[in-house]
């Protein structure tokens, strides 16, 4: 019997042929640091639903989904009609256009805290706008964020985030703190540093909720400990934007964050971020007639791209939908018939591990025993880094690619409305057999 290695190799043999012209193309020979997959990444041509297709025509279930901008799958018709006719009539049009007010306006109707909004090209910028706003707004210079936290890769966003911080200026890494999960060690640090002009969480805890926090109390904590340190609460929606409710993790939990900073889903699949919030914040980028201001006090954001039609056109879609049609309530129930089959194939196969999530994202741990209701796990942060090295994600990951699934990093499954009841069930079945595999191979 191959390895799982070695039917890789053969699975996906045209790939090969692509890393080695990408590796005299790409630093590493890829795009994107998340695609590093060893021995060589899977290469991919066109994608439809919720499978993709890669250059030996092997149909994959997808639960990438775009990094998890694709909620309603590949491709959704009513997405590609309203991208298609727009990039006939003009993909920037120079100034300002009636598609960005309609689609900041769909934004803001599914999330009310949202008095004033601006569009960027993408979460990174967003973040990084957000933390600049809050920086004006209260005259002070630190960040606070949390441990393993990920908010795009800008200077400011990379202490203890799960990539390295080779290039960042000492001066800006000294500039943010890094707060362990926990509202009483977050008071403290507000308490001593008075310097302090924003907190950004990512919503569902670190690295899309594979760290998962106890929500809505630890959100709600932070919200309260920052109201009364006069700090900036910026909630990064960027992953849970429209997936953990309509109206992302602040309507799923009734919360009301300073700003907020979105993106992926918001732009339905084509490049697109946008910040919002208080308009007296959101204000400080405002011209005032006063050159003063305008020229030293402002806050600048400039951005070729901002709210491109395409990216209009996508995301009013993709807005239109989640609001009317149920988008949410179908991926949450796709989600739930996954995470409870993957809990099952861990019975029937004897290994111990354990599935869980909340909407439309389910994360597997390996490994480890837990008691938690399957929904926001209680898992120990350093069990979980214990029992799910990288190292065992890239297995997982492989074999469940030899077994034509792909998931996000090798522990999670981004669900969109596209998968269905078979597609779901295939999963649980190469999810299973992977087990059984990597059982066989010492691998687990
Ligand atoms: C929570 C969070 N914030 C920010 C970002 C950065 O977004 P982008 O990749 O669009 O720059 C990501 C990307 O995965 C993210 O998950
Ligand atoms: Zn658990």
Redesign the pocket.
């Known amino acids: 019997m191959p390895t799982i290695e070695e039917r890789y190799a053969e699975k996906f043999a045209k790939s090969v042929d692509w890393y080695q012209r990408g590796r005299s193309l790409f630093a590493g020979g890829i795009t994107?640091q998340?695609r590093f997959t060893s021995p060589f990444p899977a290469y991919f041509e066109h994608a439809q639903g919720p499978f993709k297709y890669d250059v030996d025509g092997n149909e994959i279930i997808d639960y990438v989904m775009g990094?998890?901008?694709l909620l309603m799958g590949h491709s959704p018709p009513e997405v590609v009609a309203a991208v298609s006719a727009q990039a006939q009539r003009g993909t920037h049009l120079g100034g300002a256009t009636t598609h960005e007010v309609r689609y900041a306006e769909a934004v803001k109707s599914l999330m009310p805290s949202l008095e004033r909004i601006r569009f960027t090209?993408?979460?990174?910028?967003?973040?990084y706008l957000a933390m600049r706003l809050a920086r004006a707004h209260t005259g002070k210079t630190k960040i606070v964020k949390f441990h393993e936290?990920?908010?795009?890769?800008h200077d400011y966003?990379t202490p203890e985030s799960g990539q390295s911080v080779g290039g960042v200026p000492q001066a800006i890494l000294d500039s943010v703190i890094v707060a362990p999960p926990d509202a009483a060690a977050l008071e403290r640090i507000l308490s001593e540093d008075d310097d302090v002009a924003a907190v950004i969480v990512?919503?569902n805890g670190a690295?899309?909720g594979t760290f998962p926090l106890q929500n809505p109390q630890f959100l709600q904590d932070v919200r309260d400990v920052t109201d009364r340190h006069g700090v900036v609460f910026i909630m990064?929606?960027?992953?849970?934007g429209f997936r953990l409710s309509k109206g992302g993790a602040q309507v799923r939990w009734s919360l009301e964050p300073d700003l907020t900073?979105m993106?992926?889903i918001v732009a339905g699949g084509q490049?697109g971020?946008a910040v919002g919030g208080r308009a007296d914040i959101m204000e400080l980028m405002a011209f005032r007639d006063d050159s003063e201001w305008d020229n030293a006090g402002r806050v600048a954001q400039g951005g070729t791209f901002n709210a491109q039609p395409l990216t209009a056109a996508a995301g009013l879609a993709t807005l239109q939908a989640i609001a009317d049609q149920g988008v949410n309530a179908r991926a949450d129930s796709m989600a739930e018939r996954l995470k409870d089959g993957l809990n099952e194939a861990f019975i029937r196969n004897e290994v111990t591990g354990h599935s869980h999530g909340i909407a439309s994202i389910v994360h597997v741990n390996l490994g480890a025993d837990c008691g938690c209701d399957r929904g926001l796990c209680t898992m120990p942060y350093d069990e979980i880094y214990k029992t799910m090295p990288v190292s065992k994600t890239r297995r997982v990951r492989q074999a469940m690619l030899v077994n034509g699934v792909d998931m996000m990093g090798g522990r999670a499954f981004l669900v969109s409305s596209s998968h269905d009841e078979e597609v779901i069930d295939r999963t649980v079945e190469a999810f299973s057999q992977s087990l059984k595999e990597l059982r066989e191979e010492g691998n687990l």
């Not at 090209?121 to 973040?127: A, F, H, I, K, Y």
């Not at 936290?149 to 890769?153: E, L, Q, T, V």
């Open positions: 994107h998340t990094n998890g901008s090209s993408s979460g990174t910028e967003s973040t936290h990920f908010h795009g890769w966003a990512e919503c690295h899309y990064d929606e960027v992953i849970t900073t993106a992926k490049p971020s």
